[in-house]
């Protein structure tokens, strides 16, 4: 195991911790190609159009694009979102999986376009623990999805559903600890790996989204999130840092697999879950 290192000591109302804003990768550069923090977490590991940094109204961002594929890539990171609550990243999906829905699993449709993914370290009592928050192509918004397998548990939060908005800019804001709280009647442990993900195979469509920038906030919200457009012009997409620098601040942690494999379909306390292990 890789030694990581915590940012919770530093982080204070109003600090920030960049998970990343693309803005140091030169346009065009395939992001799984030259050694960095980015590694692939997916089953499939060679992607027809690999995840490209590319220029989008002006600013650089991240683009994942499949076709009948599964992509999830990840940055390790150590981090107690019982500090640094608040989740932000800006979103614009281009192309969703046609037939794609959260809920629907056991038909293997369980496709989203994008996935933002929050896991946690196992703990002495739990089993490592994941959210993703997804925009998905038919399930409504608000619907929570609680996956078990033998490695993890987790829940993929439906934020935004539909064609409504594809191709447009969107900056999500969610309270991480209180949805953490809300699905798993429990205390968060260490946040240890981020993933962002888009899925085509299970309905052998098509999908592409681009991703701007992500990053954790130490400050209350007054709910569980909120959705706003995005406009780059207002607000540039780049490194919001406190101090110290939120570079230095992100460790390097163990290599995770966080996919599991397969499962079965029950209601718990108004939740949709899966029981069983779960493919991906």
């Known amino acids: 195991?890789?030694?990581?290192?915590?940012?919770?000591?530093?982080?204070?109302?109003?600090?920030?911790?960049?998970?990343?804003?693309w803005a140091d990768y030169p346009v065009g550069e395939r992001l799984l190609s030259v050694p960095g923090p980015w590694k692939v977490y997916s089953s499939m590991k060679v992607f027809k159009d690999p995840p490209t940094v590319v220029v989008d109204e002006a600013q650089r961002v991240l683009r994942l694009k499949t076709d009948h594929e599964?992509?999830?890539?990840?940055?390790?990171?150590?981090?107690?979102?019982?500090?640094l609550r608040t989740l932000t990243w800006e979103w614009k999906p281009l192309v969703l999986p046609v037939g794609?829905?959260?809920?629907?699993?056991?038909?293997?449709?369980?496709d989203q376009a994008a996935r933002v993914v929050l896991w946690f370290d196992a703990s002495l009592f739990t089993e490592r623990r994941a959210i993703g928050y997804v925009w998905d192509s038919n399930a409504p918004v608000g619907t929570i999805v609680r996956q078990?397998?033998?490695?993890?548990?987790?829940a993929l939060v439906v934020v935004r559903s539909g064609p409504r908005g594809v191709g447009a800019w969107h900056r999500e804001t969610r309270h991480v600890y209180q949805d953490y709280r809300h699905i798993f009647d429990d205390e968060p442990a260490p946040l240890v790996l981020v993933t962002l993900e888009s899925h085509s195979d299970d309905?052998?469509?098509?999908?592409?989204?681009?991703?701007?920038?992500v990053r954790f906030e130490a400050r209350q919200r007054a709910s569980?999130?909120?959705?706003?457009?995005?406009e780059f012009h207002r607000e540039r997409v780049g490194a919001s840092r406190g101090s110290p620098d939120a570079s230095s601040r992100l460790g390097v942690a163990r290599e995770l697999s966080p996919y599991p494999h397969s499962s079965t379909i029950q209601k718990v306390d108004g939740l949709m879950r899966l029981g069983g292990p779960f493919r991906r």
């Open 70 to 83: 599964t992509m999830a890539i990840g940055r390790a990171m150590h981090l107690d979102v019982m500090i």
């Open 203 to 213: 309905v052998a469509s098509e999908s592409a989204v681009l991703f701007g920038r």
């Open 224 to 230: 569980g999130g909120d959705s706003e457009p995005c």
């Open 148 to 154: 078990t397998g033998p490695q993890a548990e987790r």
């Open 100 to 110: 794609g829905d959260v809920r629907a699993y056991a038909a293997q449709r369980n």
């Open 1 to 21: 195991m890789l030694l990581t290192l915590s940012v919770s000591a530093w982080a204070v109302q109003g600090d920030i911790v960049s998970v990343d804003d």
